[in-house]
């Protein structure tokens, strides 16, 4: 058992360092599940096989002290120089291949279930999301909220609270699906999407905005154009600035390409049904729907609501919309 677990072992690390050193895309869901497996079946041996052995073995080592005592006693020595709890606990120890197994499986699978089930912390890597969400930003994102899924499969097995316009949703990028994306819902199924001349319509209603005051970006220590926007009850800000053009320049060859227009002046998209229209607060500095498409109803991870840190901006934490 310590080769196997050896190799075990060392097949997890091959596995994380080549993740880290980028020679093959990782997969944390599966990385987890597989460590959740493993350590169950070395949990559920040790528990109904391994440690029974070991009391079995702590108390015939009991019952041989015990009857030398008597043999000793018969003999009228009473005095005997025996250390027997050590050397119980000696037999009782996990050694250390189920230690490393065994001994953390309680630990793996509350992290496997409650990443999996409940809620997933993220780290915001890029700006695509300012002024709602900043580089840096730790946040944590409910996974059920949309219905509860299978880990890894990501299948659908129960039915939550509709997408809605206006949440900000975790989601697998539909070009690489072993990335995570965060960006704001503008369309659901059946809508149509325009954003042209930097004005957003969804269904021939403009989306109402107001100027607030300009937000001040400490990375690029400059000031942006900031608006409130109103998207059906849902208030939120967003940046734009003049001197970037409408036109999307580079969009992909996606799925259901032909329900997006494209020209000088922006896009107009039609929402194909089981699919969502994304974009990012951030607008002249996110890439969203306007150039990769739509994100199909499988690729949900779930609903980002709460910044639980930011070690450069702790009065950050809280809530967000």
Not at 92 to 113: E, R, S
Not at 201 to 230: A, C, H, L, W
Request: charged content about 20%; glycine content about 6%.
């Amino acid at each position: 058992m310590q080769i196997l677990t050896s190799i075990v072992l060392a097949a997890f690390a091959a596995y994380i360092g080549a993740w880290y050193f980028g020679n093959i895309e990782g997969n944390f869901a599966l990385l987890l599940f597989m460590a959740t497996v493993v350590t169950g079946v070395y949990w559920l041996a040790e528990r109904f096989h391994f440690l029974p052995q070991r009391q079995q073995a702590a108390l015939a080592l009991q019952a041989q002290a015990e009857q030398r005592r008597q043999e000793l006693a018969s003999q009228g020595i009473t005095q005997v120089d025996s250390d027997i709890f050590k050397a119980q606990e000696k037999l009782m120890m996990q050694p250390w291949w189920l230690d490393w197994t065994a001994g953390l499986f309680p630990v793996i699978v509350a992290v496997f279930l409650l990443r999996s089930f409940l809620f997933e912390p993220f780290k915001i890597p890029s700006g695509s999301m300012i002024p709602t969400l900043l580089v840096g930003d730790l946040i944590l994102v409910n996974k059920f909220h949309y219905g509860i899924r299978l880990p890894v499969l990501n299948k659908k097995i129960s039915d939550g609270h509709p997408v809605e316009r206006g949440d900000v949703m975790v989601f697998r990028y539909p070009p690489k699906p072993s990335l995570d994306y965060i960006k704001r819902v503008i369309g659901v199924p059946g809508d149509e999407v325009a954003y042209l001349n930097k004005r957003l319509t969804i269904n021939g209603q403009v989306v109402p905005t107001q100027s607030v005051p300009e937000f001040f970006d400490e990375d690029m220590m400059r000031y942006f154009k900031q608006y409130e926007e109103d998207l059906q009850g849902v208030k939120h800000r967003v940046l734009n600035e003049d001197d970037r053009p409408a036109f999307v320049a580079g969009a992909d060859d996606f799925a259901f390409r032909k329900n997006c227009t494209y020209s000088v002046e922006g896009v107009v998209c039609k929402v194909p049904a089981g699919h969502y229209f994304m974009m990012g607060d951030n607008r002249d500095n996110s890439m969203d729907s306007r150039y990769w498409g739509f994100v199909p109803d499988q690729n949900i991870v779930g609903k980002a609501f709460f910044v639980w840190m930011n070690f450069s901006h702790p009065n950050r934490i809280g809530a967000f919309h």
